[in-house]
């Protein structure tokens, strides 16, 4: 019996070595919230995997700015093989750091704008708006000017490591060009704090310690869905709105460019993309088939879009940063 039984244990002990050298591992950066407990990624790592025959791990880096940042500080040396969250006003930036490679797929999306590009796959997007709860808040500003006149206090993210920070600078450069400094500096003092990332400035708000909180347009949907809380309401601008559109790409550096191609692809999926709206709370890049929660319809017909094409996003976005520095410091 205890021949058989070693027998037995060596061919256990051999089968699980070979099969831990045939899976792979593929590391994914992404930022904090997406793979938080109530995040798309938990989600989508146990969907991958159960296709890929492959280990997925998510490594989180702060917001969507630092995800850039992080890459560009340890270039060659990295460990990721694919990063998720990346989007449309960095990646002029990103392209120019010479890090990722083309996913050489051919998948058509269904995004508000035309999309071709050989290294940066989208998988949602959406509208950059302040949030407000309408129990405290009763005149919900309709637009920059209001807010700036009146006494609402109001969370924002840095520009330097979080791209909704970085979209809000963006959006009122766009909106107000050589005046935009002019504009700070009457916003000046409704901010009551900058975070570094979407995650800390949200929780501020919804601790009450702000009135209102640089966010999405759906991001009272998930307040509607998951809490059944109708409180919270997207001001609506009247000057339009800055859309976003967020990306995977592949780095350069991984030698797993297959299966992160085929994460990328997968990230476009059926199965993926009907995640990704109740739990990333944006809208799919490729719209699955099932039907969206009534929430996250209301006031888009309302919306102006606003979007910045990468190449002006880079050219705007020193300047942009510079002039909220300014501004928002006297």
Avoid at 11 to 38: G, P
Avoid at 160 to 170: A, F, K, Y
Avoid at 288 to 305: C, Q, R, V, W, Y
Wanted: negative net charge; contains cysteine; charged residues 25%.
């Amino acid at each position: 019996m205890k021949i058989i039984l070693s027998i037995f244990t060596g061919l256990v002990f051999f089968t699980s070595v070979l099969h831990s050298e045939v899976r792979q591992n593929l590391v994914v950066y992404t930022y904090d919230s997406f793979n938080s407990d109530w995040g798309p990624g938990p989600q989508l790592e146990k969907a991958f995997e159960n296709i890929c025959d492959c280990d997925l791990k998510f490594v989180t880096a702060g917001d969507g700015a630092a995800l850039l940042a992080k890459l560009r500080l340890e270039g060659n040396k990295t460990k990721a093989d694919v990063v998720v969250g990346l989007d449309t006003n960095l990646l002029k930036s990103a392209k120019d750091s010479g890090l990722f490679s083309p996913h050489n797929l051919n998948i058509s999306l269904d995004l508000p704008i035309a999309w071709r590009d050989e290294t940066f796959m989208p998988f949602d997007w959406g509208y950059f708006s302040f949030v407000f709860d309408k129990r405290k808040t009763t005149n919900i500003p309709k637009s920059f000017e209001e807010l700036a006149k009146s006494d609402l206090k109001i969370a924002i993210q840095d520009p330097r490591s979080s791209t909704p920070g970085l979209g809000l600078v963006l959006w009122i450069e766009k909106l107000y060009n050589n005046e935009s400094k002019t504009f700070w500096r009457q916003l000046a003092d409704n901010v009551v704090t900058v975070t570094p990332g979407w995650s800390e400035a949200y929780g501020l708000f919804i601790e009450g310690e702000v009135d209102g909180v640089l966010s999405y347009t759906t991001s009272p949907a998930y307040h509607k869905v998951a809490e059944n809380d109708n409180s919270k309401v997207a001001a609506i601008f009247d000057e339009g709105h800055l859309m976003q559109i967020e990306v995977g790409a592949i780095l350069e550096n991984s030698e797993k460019k297959q299966l992160a191609a085929d994460f990328l692809a997968f990230m476009t999926s059926s199965q993926a993309q009907s995640i990704i709206p109740t739990t990333n709370w944006m809208y799919p890049a490729k719209q699955p088939d099932i039907e969206f929660p009534a929430a996250f319809k209301e006031g888009l017909s309302e919306i102006e879009p606003i979007y910045l094409d990468p190449n002006t996003a880079r050219t705007l976005k020193d300047s942009a940063i510079e002039v909220w520095k300014r501004e928002l410091r006297k």
